[in-house]
T-cell receptor, first 114, second 112 residues
Framework: QQQVKQSPQSLIVQKGGISIINCAYE??????FPWYQQFPGKGPALLIA?????SEKKEGRFTISFNKSAKQFSLHIMDSQPGDSATYFCAASSVETSGSRLTFGEGTQLTVNP | NAGVTQTPKFRVLKTGQSMTLLCAQD?????MYWYRQDPGMGLRLIHYSVGEGTTAKGEVPDGYNVSRLKKQNFLLGLESAAPSQTSVYFC???????????FGPGTRLTVL
């Protein structure tokens, strides 16, 4: 049972464009929503994260938008660059969950064309 | 700091063979995790540990065993490998009260 659904599976954007990746979750106990970035041959690395007490968090060109009532959150990459080409995973966890376990989405392969 | 390291980087097994994947971290993290990554399925948690000497099952534990004899090491064992266990395996670690997980570079395992 996939508790975090991610879309699209793949995304192609032109340099300078906006990349948008969406995630939806089912478990209302989730209270931490990170995005991980993974380059080919590497392990995922934390990009940005949000907690449900805010609706938006911005770090440089990366923004998370969070909609608690719809149980959805999204990653926006402004002014996308070829160096942003990677696989992006959304995830979620709950403070009630032993071991701070993360439930990951299926991943989105982003390609930014020069 | 080396962060999280994994050994080996690549391995090919025949069906029925056994092997152990080693994860080591030098950040004094309490929590450690083993994931498998398959195309279109994201990362799925196999087993995890919240401290030395403790282990717990994750989402897909069948066919795997783990041990955490030392705080810095987390071992993943396959007793009798099956083709369905062909995957990329990632180890991760985190502080006990932090949600951020730090990942290793992965082990690509092929079971023929």
């Amino acid at each position: 049972q996939q508790q975090v659904k991610q879309s699209p599976q793949s995304l192609i954007v032109q340099k300078g464009g906006i990349s948008i990746i969406n995630c939806a979750y089912e478990n209302t106990a989730f209270d931490y929503f990170p995005w991980y970035q993974q380059f080919p041959g590497k392990g995922p690395a934390l990009l940005i994260a949000i907690r449900p007490d805010v609706s938006e968090k911005k770090e440089g060109r990366f923004t998370i938008s969070f909609n608690k009532s719809a149980k959805q959150f999204s990653l926006h990459i402004m002014d996308s660059q070829p160096g942003d080409s990677a696989t992006y995973f959304c995830a979620a966890s709950s403070v009630e969950t032993s071991g701070s376990r993360l439930t990951f989405g299926e991943g989105t392969q982003l390609t930014v064309n020069p | 700091n080396a962060g999280v390291t994994q050994t080996p980087k690549f391995r090919v097994l025949k069906t029925g063979q056994s092997m152990t994947l080693l994860c080591a971290q030098d950040m004094n993290h309490e929590y450690m995790y083993w994931y498998r990554q398959d195309p279109g399925m994201g990362l799925r948690l196999i087993h995890y540990s919240v401290g030395e000497g403790t282990t717990a099952k994750g989402e897909v534990p069948d066919g795997y065993n783990v041990s955490r004899l030392k705080k810095q090491n987390f071992l993943l064992g396959l007793e009798s490998a099956a083709p369905s266990q062909t995957s990329v395996y990632f180890c991760a670690s985190s502080y006990g009260d932090s949600n951020e997980q730090f990942f290793g570079p992965g082990t690509r395992l092929t079971v023929l």
